[in-house]
């Protein structure tokens, strides 16, 4: 298999979009709502638009054989409480039709090598605490729940379900 992760470029944006809502449709369809799954796709084009840009240093796009099937961001961390010495991985998400294929173990282990290259000596991620699969993809690699919660997105927003930090050391 071919598979290769690079660097996004603005010309990547709708294939992101693409991934990010067919993900989101597949895998919380039992988790959340779907007007809530509704809602926050129809920002998905805008918000790549937006975020990805020729300066780009932290959202990827995995590839097989030129196809993008997957999309990661790989960070510094936006939570306070945690220092220097994290980084985290803010997304990781595969097209449905790449599910349990090793895809994600190729990303997880991207995020890793990529956080350990910069001196990095933990890695955080938050998840829905619904999504019982994905807990369960990142305990097989490592990561525990470290306790905190919260119910509002970065941006402010109430979120539909409560999500969990998780934690590893590198």
């Given amino acids: 298999m071919n598979i290769t992760t690079r660097l ?3 010309s990547d944006a709708p294939h992101m979009a693409d991934v990010c809502i067919r993900s989101w449709e597949a895998t919380y369809e039992t988790i959340l709502s779907a ?4 809602e926050k796709n129809a920002t998905r084009l805008e918000r790549f638009k937006q975020n990805i840009t020729n300066e780009n ?3 990827y796009v995995i590839q097989k054989d030129g196809k993008t099937i997957g999309i990661m961001k790989i960070a510094p961390t936006e939570d306070y409480d945690l220092g220097d010495s994290f ?3 803010h997304y990781i998400y595969l097209h449905p039709d790449y599910f349990r294929k090793g895809i994600g173990t190729h990303a997880i282990n991207f995020a890793f090598d990529k956080a350990r290259a910069l001196g990095k000596k933990f890695i955080s991620v938050w998840v829905f605490s619904k999504n019982k ?3 369960k993809f990142y305990e097989k690699y490592g990561f525990k729940t470290d306790g905190k919660t919260q119910t ?3 941006r402010g927003k109430q979120m539909e379900c409560e999500c ?3 934690r590893k050391i590198l």
Avoid: V
Avoid at 35 to 38: A, G, L
């Fill in 57 to 59: 240093d932290n959202a």
């Fill in 152 to 154: 509002h997105d970065r």
């Fill in 8 to 10: 996004a470029t603005p």
């Fill in 133 to 135: 699969d994905s807990i």
């Fill in 87 to 89: 980084y985290e991985l």
């Fill in 35 to 38: 007007e809530y799954i509704r």
């Fill in 164 to 166: 969990i930090r998780m």
